[in-house]
């Protein structure tokens, strides 16, 4: 069954730290580009970051770079999200995606993981 799981999410203060999991079932990851998404209640899904697999060039949103780091590991078909300085504002439900097929980003997400929650909060 090709499939993407996330996990790792959680409570976490303000100023703490995160890494979620995305495991790839069914399929390699290494041909295709890989991102998180974001959605909080009420609020549209917001992209925040994209790994491409040609080059291992990496995209981030503004509202996260410099806390967040996006990563790969090919041989685990695991990609990551490193979560720093966390803020109230980054809680949301985290989904990762893939292209499948496209190894540059830009391409459509057309594979998704079921999402895990993360909570900041004091």
């Known amino acids: 069954q090709v499939q993407l799981v996330e996990s790792g999410g959680g409570l976490v203060q303000p100023g703490g730290s995160l890494r979620l999991s995305c495991v790839a079932s069914?399929?390699?990851?290494?041909?295709?580009?890989s991102g998180w998404f974001r959605q909080a209640p009420g609020k549209e899904r917001e992209w925040i970051s994209c790994?491409?697999?040609?080059?291992?060039?990496?995209y981030y949103a503004d509202s996260v770079k410099g806390r967040f780091t996006i990563s790969r590991d090919a041989a685990k078909k695991t990609l990551y999200l490193q979560m720093n300085n966390m803020k109230a504002e980054d809680t949301a439900v985290y989904h990762c995606?893939?292209?499948?097929?496209?190894?540059?980003?830009?391409?459509?997400?057309?594979?998704w993981g079921q999402g895990t929650q993360v909570t900041v909060s004091s």
């Open positions: 069914g399929f390699a990851l290494d041909y295709d580009a």
């Open positions: 995606a893939t292209s499948v097929g496209y190894p540059d980003c830009g391409a459509v997400f057309d594979l």
């Open positions: 790994i491409s697999s040609s080059d291992g060039s990496t």
